[in-house]
């Protein structure tokens, strides 16, 4: 029994779904989706430390709730929208609200997130058949 060789690491993330390099459809960077995640969790402090004394659960309510309306709405994130950055389904067609809704409380569990595929997809896209793209 001979072992089949795997095939060779993309040139670029995103390479083998048929996605461009770079420019618009081209799938979300590691800095952009950081600083898309720092600025909207920094909204989510600002909300939570004006109105309910900065409490770390309602702090993490107010993310997951604006990462969940936000992505219903206009396909992104605030931070996303910022950055150029937009969610689509994997399957084309529209992206609903159990995407969005399963996305963001895996988000919010932080390790879904960390762990991540060649096309750069974290855990937390993969289960709900989402990728960022930028705009």
Not at 71 to 82: D, E, F, Q, Y
Request: charged residues 15%; proline residues 9%; aromatic residues 6%.
């Amino acid at each position: 029994m001979t072992d089949t060789p795997s095939p060779p690491p993309p040139a670029w993330p995103g390479e083998r779904l048929g996605l461009p390099e770079s420019g618009p459809r081209s799938v979300g960077r590691f800095g952009r989706r950081i600083a898309a995640i720092a600025i909207d969790w920094a909204i989510a402090v600002v909300l939570s430390a004006a109105f309910f004394s900065y409490e770390p659960l309602v702090t993490l309510a107010i993310f997951v709730g604006l990462q969940v309306l936000m992505t219903v709405i206009v396909n992104a994130s605030i931070g996303h929208a910022l950055l150029g950055l937009r969610v689509v389904p994997m399957e084309g067609g529209l992206l609903g609200v159990w995407r969005p809704v399963v996305r963001a409380l895996l988000i919010a569990l932080v390790i879904p997130a960390m762990v991540w595929d060649d096309n750069n997809r974290g855990l937390h896209d993969r289960v709900s058949r989402t990728i960022l793209l930028r705009r």
